[in-house]
């Protein structure tokens, strides 16, 4: 099936700990992204990437970083830095974003992270 | 970037009934985005709208691109207990500081009663 795999579904860090997450997409899309969801607010982005080898920081980068080194691929590692890290973490993609072409964004099925 | 305006949070409503909800912004967007969302669940597209006045329905949702391209509108009618979810709204502004630039409503929670 086509669509965007993220894993674990659930995961636990500890204090001082770096987590990674996994997000792996078979859409062909060239771009992904990554938000975070906390109750009763809208989606943040945190970063995303437009092509391989390229990403851009979105709203609320800090604490994290990422990786584009293929296509279907976008890992976001959470790290110590990050100080709130308990939160929904959402990986989507699309074909493209830029104002006018009309594309559209699709989501995974989420993670949860939670600071133990 | 600023998010959109969703009304209303939450809906209390009884099987059978008809809901609406509504996304605002002060700029003018190019693209509306609806989307469900279940408990612990990634968000699933339900309509995606690209002009203004550009009426669109999947099976009983039906979304509007308001003609001032700053609104949008989801209805459901006769509403059942698998309606029951987060709705929210997405949207591209016309205007962006980045070529990736899509904002989004905080949802409205509907519980829909037997």
């Known amino acids: 099936d086509g669509g965007i795999t993220q894993s674990p579904k659930y995961l636990f860090r500890k204090e001082g700990q770096n987590v990674t997450l996994s997000c792996e997409q078979n859409l062909n899309h060239d771009a992904m992204y990554w938000y975070r969801q906390d109750p009763g607010q809208g989606l943040r982005l945190i970063y995303y990437s437009q092509i391989v080898n390229d990403f851009q920081k979105g709203d609320i980068a800090e604490g994290y970083s990422v990786s584009r080194e293929k296509k279907e691929s976008f890992p976001l590692t959470v790290t110590s830095a990050q100080k709130n890290p308990t939160a929904f973490y959402l990986c989507a993609s699309s074909i493209d974003l830029r104002p006018g072409t009309g594309n559209t964004i699709y989501f995974g099925e989420g993670s949860w992270l939670t600071v133990v | 970037g600023q998010q959109l305006n969703q009304s209303p949070q939450s809906m209390f409503i009884q099987e059978g009934e008809d809901v609406s909800m509504n996304c605002t912004s002060s700029?003018?967007?190019?693209?509306w985005l609806w989307y469900k969302q279940d408990p612990g669940e990634g968000p699933v597209l339900l309509i995606a709208?690209?002009?203004?006045?550009e009426l669109t329905s999947n099976g009983r949702l039906t979304a509007q691109f308001g003609i001032t391209r700053k609104d949008s509108f989801l209805n459901i009618s006769a509403s059942i207990p698998s309606d029951v979810g987060i709705y929210f709204c997405a949207g591209q502004p016309q205007v962006s500081y980045n070529n990736n630039d899509m904002r989004f409503g905080a949802g409205t929670r509907l519980t829909v009663k037997p």
């Open positions: 709208l690209y002009k203004a006045g």
């Open positions: 700029s003018i967007f190019n693209t």
